[in-house]
């Protein structure tokens, strides 16, 4: 009887203790465990004490957190784990959370790396964004889709404006036949919404009566393929002969014409660090961009490589050739 | 000697009496100072919607616009409260009388096949993960009610309905417990006084039984209030006040969910998505203290 209460007693001992370790990551340092709860370990950067047994042959060490974008986690982390196995002294922990905390933790300092489908500028303050230094890493094409059955190909800028404000509620007024439109959103926090808004719509799309709003890509394909009349828009690497694309002022969306710069609807994915990188780090940002992974897991996962863009845009839309 | 003796068990007494003594108030102090920690968390959070972006605390809870990201911001929680009153009250009103029925079965017609097969299989539902439900819902019965009625199937309807499923276990088994807690005296009597079965089950076990009933009822709305996911998923997310049951909706926790992630912490969004949380928290509390007060009643 009494052993077993010391048992459960111990037990709670060691779980508070775990919590308090957990408390102040500056301490734990030796912690290189990829435990995903405990974010005080990961964000400590190159405590030496916890890397002694690395390969002598890899001279990078460091743990390190990666959080943010859920749409760039996956390629974050195939590229992560790639990375760590070619040096054996580096962890990079990869995690979600959306575009908003993975931009907040790299500037509070909580994380090494805040992944971000948007400009650190358009949802932090000045001051905080001109902190962050910014590294992109690959390019994310956005096409409005419609239900297989809606027989419009082509869409306006000024028709789209029109739907998503509310203007037009019926297929009969873009040229399809008579059926309403039911819109598939994103929330209004969402980063890929913002994308949409700017470069397809050029304004802020309204919070209509009776639209849905959903997170998930996924959902939002399941929805647009199933709901009669609906349309939605969704990331290339998404689509499929569940729903239709439609062009964008007659320009269709492929990875061509993002490159050469005639579709504007894309984004670029960030990875903001605080401050310049240090070595391991720096190693990593600059893997990412290598041609391994950006001909490898960046064009597998329906990413388009930033090396193959012919253009480039600043935070203002202003587009200049390469 | 046999002092001795006395005086090591005298102090193995002490011992574990101590033992047992600080480790209780160990475990109710973390208790406690896990609640407290909470509570003090979501409310600072919560309220410095009001104090530090200055939202009047009336338009937020009687402003229908929600459109946290326009200029300016406005910040009406009214249809998220109202869908989440919805969507829990609809669920409630169809599972509480699935439940009783069962409960009836399990206890009174066949306690065997009851107790064996049915209650086993009615708990297992609370044991299925909640994106489980969201996602059925979605495949089964959101095209379900697309197909029927007018509208596109997502919307209070479909997220009542699964809700409805993922209470029924919670009312369920508290209507067994309390229809088996009957005193077999006042069911007997009745039959004496020649009822048939069903007179003495409506008659005697529903109202005697009906504190306990509502304990369960409401437990099960407090359940289907904080429900995120699944709603989430069949609801629609729309911020506004449906005009039908099969119009997109939204409840405070699929607000929740929905935007926690894209915003940044000490934002007006931000806040206001913890005021939110601080709504939830407050009506927990109170369906805390329904269900005291309705146990206190059953038990006089």
Known sequence: MKKSLMFVMSIVLVFTLAACGGNNGGTAGGNNSTNGTNEGAGTNTNTGAGNEGTDAAADLSGSYLATGSSALQPLVDQAAQMFMEKNSGVTIQVQGGGSGTGLAQVSEGQANIGNSDVFAEEKLDADKAAELKDHQVAVVAMAAVVNPEVTVDNLTKQQLVDIFTGT????????????????????????????????ALGTKAEDLQGMIQEDSSGTVKKLVGETPGAIGYLALSYLDDTVKTVKYEGVEATEENVANGTYPVWAYEHMYTKGEPDAALQAFLDYMVSDEVQNGVVVELGYIPVSKMQITRDIDGNVTNK | MARSVEREKRSKHLVEEWVGRVYTLICVGLLVLTIFSMVYFVASKGLSTFFRDGVNPIDLFTGVKWAPESEPPLFGALPFIVGSFSTSILAALIAAPLGFCAAVFIVELMPKFGRKVLQPVIELLAGIPSVVYGFVGLSVIVPFFRDIFPGQGLGLAAGGVVLSIMILPTITTIATDALAALPSGLKEGSYALGSTRWQTIYRIVLPTTLPALLTGIVLGIARAFGEALAVQMVIGNAPHIPRSLFESASTLTSAITLSMGNTIMGTAHNNALWTLALILLTMTFVFVFIVRWLERRSKV
């Open chain 1, 168 to 199: 037009i509620t019926n297929w009969s007024e873009v040229g399809g036949a008579d059926q309403k439109i039911v819109i598939v959103n994103r929330p209004a926090s969402s980063g890929t919404r913002a994308t949409f808004e700017k470069y």
